[in-house]
């Protein structure tokens, strides 16, 4: 449901035009990661893809703070947090405006239809290559970020939500 696949097909795309893209995958390996082993192998992608497996929490924010561009190209979320954090990062992020998405990333990113690797391969290069782009969706997602998701935020919206019920 997240979409991998598609990023690997997207990756086989890019090679096919002459891009080199550089990709890594992290994420806990479970039963699909043989799979996803093959898929990368099938597609001649081994050394333009790295696999982490699961990683700490310090290697993540790591990983996403050395990230430009962020893939969640998925069938379906609910929040995003993983999203949410590569926001927070500064990542520029590609995604589908699928379940709770667009609630969590609103205008703050680039988006592509489920399942279309075409279309995926298309936001990377117009990512990679228009840097106006790629900054503006960089700085739209740490404002939005911190704008609708920070602690303060929070706080105050259930403070709120407290005061309605006469609580506070």
Avoid at 49 to 60: N, P, W
Wanted: proline share 2%; charged share 25%.
């Amino acid at each position: 449901r997240k979409g991998v696949f598609d990023i690997l097909d997207a990756a086989k795309i890019l090679v096919g035009r002459g891009i080199a893209p550089r990709i890594t995958l992290a994420g806990k390996r479970g039963d699909g990661f043989g799979d996803l082993v093959e898929g990368v192998r099938q597609r001649g992608l081994e050394k333009f893809v790295h696999l982490a497996g699961e990683v700490s929490k310090k290697a993540k924010l790591s990983l996403l703070a050395d990230s430009e561009i962020y893939l969640q190209p998925s069938y379906y979320e609910g929040f995003g947090l993983a999203t949410a954090e590569a926001m927070a990062s500064g990542a520029c992020v590609i995604t589908c405006d699928v379940g709770e998405v667009r609630h969590v990333v609103g205008d703050a990113a680039i988006y592509v239809s489920p399942g279309n690797a075409s279309e995926l391969a298309d936001a990377i290069v117009r990512a990679t290559t228009d840097t106006d782009l790629r900054v503006r969706m960089q700085k739209a997602a740490r404002e939005r970020i911190t704008r609708c998701f920070s602690f303060d935020v929070k706080v105050e919206s259930l403070r709120s939500a407290l005061a309605q019920v006469g609580i506070v």
